[in-house]
């Protein structure tokens, strides 16, 4: 997801109800993120004990992510079980 601003035409809009999140960061170039969250879903989620919940996941990207050059830190958010 974005902020939009301006003109909305083309987007849709949903609203991620409150829940417990895992949250990890991916550092370095967009294109190892798949790396990143494999690794998430089979390694560190699985060895902290903690089981997704059934509710959508999100990738957050702020000031720290450069999109001209595909650099940077993305936050990735798990929904987990409490």
């Known amino acids: 997801?974005?902020?939009?601003k301006g003109s909305t035409s083309g987007m849709e809009h949903i609203d991620i109800p409150a829940h417990r999140y895992a949250v990890f960061t991916h550092s370095?170039?967009?294109?190892?993120?798949?790396?990143?969250?494999?690794?998430i879903w089979n390694k560190a989620l699985p060895d902290a004990g903690l089981n997704?919940?059934?509710a959508p996941d999100f990738e957050?990207?702020?000031h720290r992510f450069?999109?001209?050059t595909g650099r940077g830190?993305?936050?990735?958010?798990i929904p987990?079980?409490?």
Do not use: L, N, P
């Open 1 to 4: 997801g974005v902020e939009a």
């Open 28 to 39: 370095g170039h967009i294109s190892d993120f798949a790396k990143t969250v494999y690794t």
């Open 52 to 54: 997704s919940a059934q």
């Open 60 to 62: 957050r990207y702020d």
């Open 66 to 68: 450069d999109g001209r």
């Open 73 to 77: 830190e993305v936050e990735i958010w």
């Open 80 to 82: 987990i079980v409490s």
